[in-house]
């Protein structure tokens, strides 16, 4: 005897008690669903009335031209007055190591905003993306002394932000020599890290080892940070997996560039990822050149966008070309996760990806500005 038998052999008001019955369960799955989905969703509605203010004070396409249009770098400072910049730019020097300055400044008080009103989780993962600027300051002191910055130069260079203090900082630009400053950061939790690559430096005289070791341990935290439950916490997962991903990337591709072995290379990159499992960073770690690393690509949503700039590689012979394919695609990848979950952590890390992404291309602007670049050609390097 199958269902259907079973029902129609079922006096009428029994079936009736028990249609009431299912629908009764379904209508709790679904309350149950709603409150849950609002439990996790509620303290987030004062964090993005913030941020859609702070989304609105972006830069739109017609200021975008204006500063790509302008005639040189007091113009260009001159249109960011009126912008969010302002207030940094003035407080600034007039050449671009100051600006620049003044747009990191920025970019870090904007992380710092974020992680002080989003709710206990998400502070925890926005805390971590603060501690790039420790690493930012990091590489500044060590290539200030690499250069032989004084110690007045080297601070103009330095974000006052992050989790070394103000003063601590102060005394490692009063350093002579690299060895000083890994010796300042001892008790940090990056003086480990600096002190297993010093032997590498002082054996190829190069920081690059250093700076990577460095980055690797930030997305090593970001990820091990992500590794929780919950629905706003998978969307960070999928975001923080796919910047581990694209940055994975790009090491494999400058490595290829410079011509590093597969084992350099595979020191370097973290052996997680989002759609790029450890196999198949090995597999393009080992490949033979940067033909190579787009075949062992071919079937992930990676392939295409590198795929589809080799032509433009051959004509440049720079993987400048490749790093601008993959930062417009995290940027796109943070649009519409602002959109998936739009209540939740989505528009803080929309917010994030525009903001970055505004960052870089002004960076963009003001090098085309110093090297006379017409502006078609400026506009052919922007990430957006």
């Known amino acids: ?197 010093l032997a590498t430096y002082e054996q190829t005289g190069k920081l690059i080892s250093v700076e990577l070791a460095l980055d690797k341990y930030i997305l090593e935290n970001l990820w091990k940070s992500v590794g929780i439950e919950g629905t706003n916490e998978d969307i960070f997962k999928e975001f923080v997996g796919a910047i581990i991903d694209i940055e994975n990337l790009k090491v494999i591709l400058r490595g290829k560039a410079d011509g590093l072995s597969s084992e350099n290379i595979l020191n370097y990159i973290l052996n997680v990822g989002y759609e790029l499992a450890p196999w198949k960073l090995k597999e393009l770690a080992e490949s033979e050149s940067i033909e190579g690393v787009i075949s062992s690509l071919e079937g992930t949503k990676y392939g295409t966008i590198i795929s589809e700039n080799l032509e433009e590689y051959d004509k440049t012979k720079s993987v400048y070309v490749f790093e601008k394919a993959l930062d417009k695609y995290l940027a796109k990848i943070g649009k519409n996760l602002s959109l998936r979950q739009p209540f939740g952590v989505g528009p803080v890390i929309g917010l994030i990806t525009s903001k970055e992404q505004e960052i870089k291309n002004l960076k963009i602007i003001i090098k085309g500005k110093i090297e006379g670049l017409p502006s078609n050609q400026i506009r052919e390097l922007l990430t957006a």
């Open 1 to 197: 005897m199958d269902i259907s038998q079973i029902i129609a052999g079922l006096p009428s008001n029994i079936f009736i008690i028990l249609m009431v019955l299912a629908g009764i369960a379904i209508f709790l799955v679904i309350i149950i669903f709603l409150i849950k989905y609002l439990m996790e969703n509620a303290p987030f509605a004062y964090v993005n009335a913030r941020v859609r203010s702070m989304e609105s004070r972006l830069l739109d396409e017609h200021k975008l031209n204006e500063l790509i249009e302008s005639a040189g770098m007091t113009e260009f400072i001159g249109l960011l007055e009126d912008t969010e910049y302002g207030p940094y730019i003035s407080d600034a020097s007039n050449d671009a190591m100051g600006i620049e300055k003044a747009l990191n400044t920025h970019l870090a008080h904007v992380y710092q905003t974020l992680s002080e009103i989003s709710p206990s989780k998400s502070r925890k993962i926005l805390k971590l993306f603060e501690k790039r600027f420790d690493v930012q300051n990091i590489k500044t002191l060590l290539r200030a002394k690499y250069v032989g910055l004084d110690a007045e130069e080297t601070f103009k260079l330095i974000i006052p932000l992050g989790t070394i203090p103000e003063n601590k900082l102060r005394e490692l630009c009063e350093t002579k020599a690299i060895e000083e400053v890994v010796n300042g950061l001892e008790g940090t939790e990056y003086s480990k890290i600096l002190s297993n690559e």
